[in-house]
């Protein structure tokens, strides 16, 4: 089993930035490759970013390319997504997701354990 807690969301102007961070325990955490997701209101949850356990490769979603960056820190068992140039339709439940295999996904389904979401609003 792997445990994910969320923070760092909140409320933030267009323009602005944020770092959301996950900590996982449990099970092996360099094992597994982590991503990030959303969910805005009415709407399914999406692909954000994603982060391999190897060599740190990464993917983005063609929506946040260029102002958003994951990372991690395996000796600190946590997953980071920086947020930079922030829009109001950027507004969501974010999800930190583990998978127990080396490879990224952009899928939800292939991801075996998530946080329980943090909140970021962006305002106009």
């Known amino acids: 089993q792997v445990q994910l807690v969320e923070s760092g969301g909140g409320l933030v102007q267009a323009g602005g930035s944020l770092r959301l961070s996950c900590a996982a325990s449990?099970?092996?955490?360099?094992?597994?490759?982590m991503g990030w997701f959303r969910q805005a209101p009415g709407k399914e949850r999406e692909f954000v970013a994603a982060i391999n356990w190897g060599d740190f490769s990464t993917d983005y979603a063609d929506s946040v390319k260029g102002r958003f960056t994951i990372s991690r820190d395996n000796a600190k068992n946590t997953v980071y997504l920086q947020m930079n140039s922030l829009k109001p339709e950027d507004t969501a439940v974010y999800y930190c997701?583990?998978?127990?295999?080396?490879?990224?996904?952009?899928?939800?389904?292939?991801?075996?354990?998530w946080g329980q979401g943090t909140q970021v609003t962006v305002s106009s």
């Open positions: 449990g099970r092996t955490f360099s094992s597994y490759a």
């Open positions: 997701a583990a998978r127990a295999f080396r490879s990224i996904s952009k899928h939800p389904t292939d991801y075996n354990y």
